[in-house]
């Protein structure tokens, strides 16, 4: 477990007027804090590990950590503040993964807790369950999150819940109460918030209660050789049902804090009253939208649709997946490859505007909910998009190919000087690699004549000129063709301005890619005398072999 980072004191008189959407949801709890008198304030975050780890469970403890560390600079940090990032490990597997190595291997433990399935991938593992939450927390360590990490296994089994049990068995009217109206009428009539695990078989068992003895903490079913069994609620020997189970979680755990999907967000009235029922006070609630896979449908963890977190970390660094999460928490977003570049180079964009601004502006700066309150200094020189159009243009063979190119732009910059710049540089390669689908036209007569007006004008150019001056000198050439003149923007001179489509053109032709960043950039980076050789390789029909 991580220890909690320092936060600078000079943000917490600005703080108290913050609007970015983490201190809105602190102060929620802080006036929850204040009204209990509670001595500290807890967070839990929920995970299934019902299949690997994805994004959007990722997603949670950084959402949630954000909050955490609003909540803290609120208080001034004098309120103890605790994140619980609980496994529903103890849940039955009720369908196999599509992404485990063999499907037929894991048909006999259907229905057995996810802990007594054998881990499908390894032998490093006890089980599927062990598997998958090791891997959560591999991942959460790598990110440097502060967490307590909870395994329903063991609170069931170490009897950290027997109190709570014991209070559901003696109000188990009350719950029936709370769940019967939401289900249908087939379902009623063997509903139990109990669900035993069978002494015979190890299954955990959806079947009705014959008996609740709220005296002596005991259930009563028939078990699957058909005879009646009775077990105590407590020791592991039932678990609840995932909508009971969230209610009775957050009454023994004491949790002041949960966001979750808006797939929850309709049974949230029912996990507030059983947490109610069981002598607790529902959290406070953040939900958030789903994510997306790249056909518009909902990620799954059994599916394996979306990005995994090693998928993102194989192309970006952990600080654009932070951005990615914190940006518009409330609106549905598609989580696939394509959206990469565009949160790293957000991400550096942010970074290197915070050391530039105010306290009160810094609050409000992604990069500082990213980083919770500690954010680096970084120089970027060149950006993603930018690497990854080098990376069309030159195909490398290795990071020595990109380098060279980088230190020709930026004299003094190195993989050693700037390491964050030479780990994009791999990223970028890898995208380049695995992505980027080089889809080169010819041009026609007009684009013909523009190329080659381009060409002379960069031959005109000093080999170090800025990449303002090399815009500049492309805007000119464009401006002289009536193609691509914009008449609802005005040139420095009056008269009309250029349109995209002249950008887009070169791009197309040169590039093989639709779009890119901006164009005097890539040329600087490129270089001038390699860019002429591009258009006259263009020109004579090469790039298209």
């Not at 196999?96 to 499907?103: L, M, T, W």
């Not at 068995?169 to 769940?179: F, G, L, N």
């Not at 349109?499 to 600087?524: D, H, K, N, T, W």
Request: proline share 6%; aromatic share 12%; net charge negative.
């Amino acid at each position: 477990m991580s220890s909690l980072p320092v936060l600078d004191p000079a943000f917490f008189d600005a703080a108290q007027t913050a609007r970015a959407w983490p201190f809105e949801e602190a102060r929620k709890l802080v006036a929850r804090i204040e009204k209990s008198g509670k001595g500290e304030a807890v967070f839990e975050t929920g995970y299934g590990p019902s299949g690997l780890p994805h994004i959007g469970t990722f997603g949670e403890v950084a959402r949630t950590t954000m909050v955490r560390t609003a909540f803290r600079l609120l208080t001034r940090d004098q309120i103890p503040t605790r994140l619980i990032c609980f496994s529903d490990d103890l849940d039955g597997m009720r369908k196999i993964p599509d992404n485990v190595p063999s499907k037929e291997a894991m048909e006999p433990h259907l229905q057995k807790p996810l802990t007594s399935v054998p881990d499908p991938w390894t032998n490093e593992f006890d089980s599927f369950g062990h598997h998958n939450n090791a891997m959560l927390r591999r991942f959460l360590d790598t990110f440097g999150f502060d967490y307590e990490f909870a395994s329903a296994t063991d609170y069931y089994r170490s009897g950290k819940f027997d109190t709570v049990l014991r209070l559901a068995a003696e109000r188990y009217d009350d719950i029936m109460k709370v769940m019967l109206p939401t289900l249908g009428a087939e379902r009623q009539a063997t509903y139990s918030p109990f669900l035993p695990i069978s002494p015979i078989s190890g299954r955990v068992l959806y079947v009705p209660m014959k008996e609740v003895n709220a005296k002596d903490g005991t259930v009563t079913f028939t078990d699957e050789d058909g005879r009646d069994t009775t077990v105590p609620v407590t020791g592991g020997h039932v678990k609840m049902q995932w909508k009971p189970d969230f209610g009775m979680r957050w009454a023994a755990l004491g949790v002041d804090f949960e966001m979750f999907g808006k797939d929850h967000q309709t049974n949230a009235p029912i996990y507030d009253k059983i947490c109610e029922i069981l002598g607790g006070k529902a959290p406070e609630h953040y939900v958030y939208e789903l994510f997306l896979d790249d056909q518009g449908q909902k990620i799954s963890k059994s599916k394996g649709n979306g990005l995994t977190i090693d998928e993102w970390l194989t192309y970006a660094g952990n600080e654009s997946l932070g951005l990615y999460m914190f940006q518009k928490p409330r609106t549905a977003k598609r989580l696939h490859f394509d959206v990469i570049p565009r949160a790293v180079d957000e991400y550096y964009s942010f970074i290197s505007g915070y050391q530039q601004q105010e306290v009160a502006a810094r609050l409000e700066n992604p990069a500082f909910h990213v980083h919770f309150g500690n954010v680096p200094k970084i120089d970027m020189p060149v950006t993603f998009g930018l690497l990854l159009n080098l990376a069309t243009a030159s195909n490398p063979e290795t990071s020595d190919v990109m380098w060279g190119y980088i230190s020709a732009y930026a004299p003094g910059v190195s993989a050693k000087t700037h390491p964050h710049l030479d780990a994009m540089v791999g990223y970028a390669m890898r995208y380049f690699r695995d992505f980027v689908q080089k889809s080169y036209r010819a041009p026609d007569d007009v684009e013909r004549a523009a190329l080659e007006a381009l060409s002379a004008a960069f031959a005109e150019l000093p080999a170090d000129a800025s990449n303002e001056t090399i815009q500049n000198a492309a805007l000119d050439v464009a401006r002289t063709i009536e193609r691509y003149q914009d008449f609802t923007k005005k040139s420095p001179t009056g008269g009309p301005g250029v349109s995209g489509e002249f950008f887009q053109m070169l791009y197309q032709v040169l590039i093989g890619q639709e779009r890119g960043p901006r164009f005097g950039s890539f040329v600087a980076l490129y270089g001038i005398d390699n860019t002429r050789k591009l258009i006259a390789d263009a020109l004579a029909g090469k790039l298209l072999a």
